[in-house]
């Protein structure tokens, strides 16, 4: 039996199609649990509308994505959890193939797949995954943030199932952190964990207009960042471990690459340079990281444009 932890704010458009593709697992074998994080628009209204019996829907005020997920693993009846967001889907086949890789990698305590993005056009492309350690179908990811440093993450919250335990262990999402939270959760897992990781993709990622490099973002910046400074405490305890802490290395320049950006489309200059430096300061090879150092001292329309024609 699988828990599914699915948190709902605001996404009467959008959850029931996404339990739509719960309900048509070819593995039936689970609980649903749907936290709702005081929605204010019909989320909840639509949710009743259905009546299987699977179904757990709890409310609490809003706290947070983080909040929401933690309260549906301290929920969950059972050992394993399956994670999905109120906006995106699973493929049929999804949990049965989670339920095998869980069968076949017993010593794993973190199951992996591959995943799609899907526009608000209906385009589907694919993920860039680089530098996987096996060449089989699925394997264990040993390197995780080798990969996670070059490619699309390799762990996205709709395409992974944990062991409750494991999960419960790192102390569950951390609390109070507004864009990361999920990057830093599978840092401390794959710390102290082995991932099992499948290059089927049978979820689907939606993505919104503010992932588009000339929108806005939807969440700022994180004021102190408190996601760099924990994987920093994480790089300084493995200094002995040599391809361990260099991964760990270019895994925070990615990081503060990706500040960069967010900083980059709300026209903040001074936190724009701040992030790129500290991303040298890691990884000083980075080529993007230049270009967006040349792209802050630019009008903001040429600079749209740029980013436009070459994202």
């Known amino acids: 039996m699988i828990s599914i932890i699915i948190p709902l704010y605001n996404k009467e458009k959008q959850i029931i199609k996404t339990l739509q593709s719960v309900f048509k697992q070819t593995f039936q074998s689970f609980e649903i649990i749907i936290i709702n994080d005081g929605s204010t ?66 010593e794993c305590s973190v199951y992996a797949c591959n995943y799609k993005f899907k526009d608000n056009n209906g385009n589907i492309s694919n993920t860039i995954i680089h530098k996987l350690p096996f060449k089989e179908q ?16 390799p762990l996205w919250t709709s395409a992974v199932m944990i062991k409750k335990e494991a999960i419960k262990a ?57 996601v760099g400074r924990n994987l920093k405490i994480i790089r ?25 950006s967010t900083c980059i489309r709300y026209n903040e200059r001074y936190e724009t340079i701040k992030e790129c430096f500290k991303s040298l300061k890691y990884n000083p090879t980075n080529i993007k990281v230049y270009l967006f150092l040349i792209l802050t001292i630019m009008p903001l329309q040429l600079k749209k444009r740029i980013i436009q024609h070459y994202k």
């Open 170 to 226: 790192i102390g569950g999402f951390p609390i109070g952190i507004k864009s990361g939270e999920d990057l830093l959760t599978w840092a401390r897992l794959a710390i102290k964990y082995q991932i099992c990781y499948s290059t089927q993709a049978f979820s689907i990622y939606y993505l919104d207009e503010t992932y588009q490099l000339t929108s806005v973002p939807s969440r700022r910046q994180d004021i102190n960042d408190p």
């Open 236 to 260: 300084k305890q493995y200094r002995k471990d040599k391809k361990l802490y260099h991964d760990l290395q270019m895994y925070i320049a990615l990081w503060h690459k990706m500040r960069a």
């Open 138 to 153: 699925d394997g264990i990811l040993n390197n995780y943030f080798e990969v996670a440093s070059c490619s699309h993450p």
């Open 41 to 106: 628009d019909n989320s909840v209204i639509e949710v009743e509308k259905l009546k299987d019996p699977r179904i757990r829907l709890i409310h609490q005020k809003n706290a947070g994505v983080s909040a929401a997920r933690n309260k549906g693993i301290e929920e969950a009846r059972y050992g394993l959890i399956a994670f999905l967001d109120a906006d995106d889907e699973w493929k049929p086949e999804y949990l049965t193939l989670q339920y095998e890789l869980y069968q076949k990698y017993p």
